[in-house]
Nanobody, 124 residues
């Protein structure tokens, strides 16, 4: 079973920066994608940025140029560096990992796992 633990959220003033981290534990055979999503009050969850197993990055239009996704593959950890934060960036941020879990002895299955969410509040 793959579990994700997020950290790095908090309160920041407009124009400030935050760095979110998401570390996976469990038996991961391969990762096909790692990503960050966010959900503001009263709104649907939306994409912020993703990075594929091959390293291809994808960003939402509002995140392009302000936020950067990166990963430490050896530690199964993904990061989101957020700069020039605005009040509209206020939301709960969730990480998501997709891939294959298991071992030769237990067998392999697909997984699609979400973190518990971390609150980011941008306010003066």
């Amino acid at each position: 079973q793959v579990q994700l633990v997020e950290s790095g959220g908090g309160l920041v003033q407009p124009g400030g920066s935050l760095r979110l981290s998401c570390a996976a534990s469990g038996s991961i055979f391969t990762l096909s994608a790692m990503g960050w999503y966010r959900q503001a009050p009263g709104k649907q969850r939306e994409l912020v940025a993703t990075v594929s197993g091959g390293g291809r990055e994808t960003y939402a239009d509002y995140a392009l140029g302000r936020h950067t996704i990166s990963r430490d593959s050896a530690k199964n950890t993904v990061f989101l560096q957020m700069n020039s934060l605005k009040p509209d960036d206020t939301a709960v941020y969730y990480c998501n990992f997709r891939g294959i879990t298991g071992t030769r002895s237990t067998g392999f299955t697909n997984f699609d796992t979400w973190g518990q969410g971390t609150q980011v509040t941008v306010s003066s």
